[in-house]
């Protein structure tokens, strides 16, 4: 079976981080399955000078967020699993509880039921205790929370690479190699 992973990119300031994880995707070879909340259209326009179309075509297959019997509903599609980049408190809360009101919850939904592996880019600070609850809820479910600190290590001289190094630590936790990635060479 051909690397197939849904990414999410739901409303939270760094839509950036959704569409690198597609672009790293599309140039290694994984078949990507794109949703994203109305929220995200509305960031995408704020945040970067790319047209709706321009994105969506960087993903293997759209799905609306709408679309609740689309593949990445159910359990029988197969997948590495999902990545929500970047993940707002909403959606993270919807996935937490269970009480799923779009396609991109629902797919979350499943693979965690599934036990695939879900990703989290959660954007947000400060954080609150119901915040951090919904985090520990879902880390004792399985989902893995990251959000997306820059690894300064790196000495990057771009925001393009802070952006890269992050997507690319992101995408290792489903077991994809990311030769871009710099690794901590020790002292």
């Known amino acids: 079976m051909q690397q197939r992973i849904i990414v999410g990119i739901s409303g939270a300031s760094g839509i950036i981080y959704g569409v690198r994880a597609l ?30 179309g321009a994105l969506k075509s960087l993903a293997s297959e ?4 709408k679309d609740v019997g689309a593949t990445i509903a159910s359990g029988s599609f197969p997948t590495l699993g ?5 993940c707002s408190i909403r959606s993270m809360s919807e996935i937490a509880t269970g009480v ?12 965690l039921k599934e036990r695939r592996r ?4 959660v954007r947000e600070t400060p954080l609150h205790t119901g915040h951090l609850r919904s985090m520990t809820q879902l880390s004792e479910m399985g989902a893995v929370i990251a959000p997306p600190v820059p690894a300064f290590y790196t ?10 190094q992050t997507v690319g630590r992101t ?13 901590w060479q020790g002292h």
């Open 155 to 164: 000495r990057p001289d771009s925001i393009d690479a802070l952006v890269t």
């Open 82 to 86: 999902m990545l929500v980049a970047p």
């Open 100 to 111: 799923t009101s779009t396609l991109l919850t629902r797919a979350a939904d499943v693979v």
């Open 23 to 52: 672009e790293i995707l599309r140039e290694l070879g994984v078949e990507t399955h794109l949703v994203m909340s109305k929220s995200a259209e509305l960031t995408l326009h704020h945040e970067l000078d790319m047209p709706l």
């Open 118 to 121: 879900l990703v989290l880019m």
């Open 62 to 65: 759209f799905h609306p967020i």
């Open 171 to 183: 995408l290792e936790l489903f077991g994809i190699t990311v030769d871009r990635v710099q690794r």
